[in-house]
């Protein structure tokens, strides 16, 4: 069956910066887009980045020029290089895939960004 595993979340001080990844299994990686939602307390999960699987991005307004998706085909895995981190991007990290309309997620990884 499909799975997502994050990994790679943690503290870390404003301005720091984390890699987050997700390992994918059960289904053909190369085949389908992958993103990241991020869901903050009280608050909607909402789209940070996405990447197509012929490696084209898109990106949150919030994290354009901090934050870089990208994926490996090779070892079914996609990351998510965050830069200058802000208490704002502090926030449960979901990777997500859709396949034939049905939306797969991981369990999360908790980024705190605090000083």
């Known amino acids: 069956q499909v799975q997502l595993v994050e990994s790679g979340g943690g503290l870390v001080q404003p301005g720091g910066s984390l890699r987050l990844s997700c390992a994918a299994s059960g289904f053909f990686f190369n085949y389908y887009a992958m993103s990241w939602y991020r869901q903050a307390p009280g608050q909607e999960r909402e789209l940070v980045a996405a990447?197509?699987?012929?490696?084209?991005?898109t990106y949150a307004d919030s994290v354009k020029g901090r934050f870089t998706i990208s994926r490996d085909n090779a070892k079914n895995t996609v990351y998510l290089q965050m830069n200058s981190l802000k208490p704002d991007d502090t926030a449960v990290y979901y990777c997500?895939?859709?396949?034939?309309?049905?939306?797969?997620w991981g369990q999360g990884t908790q980024v705190t960004v605090s000083s």
């Open positions: 990447i197509t699987r012929a490696g084209g991005t």
């Open positions: 997500n895939t859709q396949i034939r309309a049905y939306d797969y």
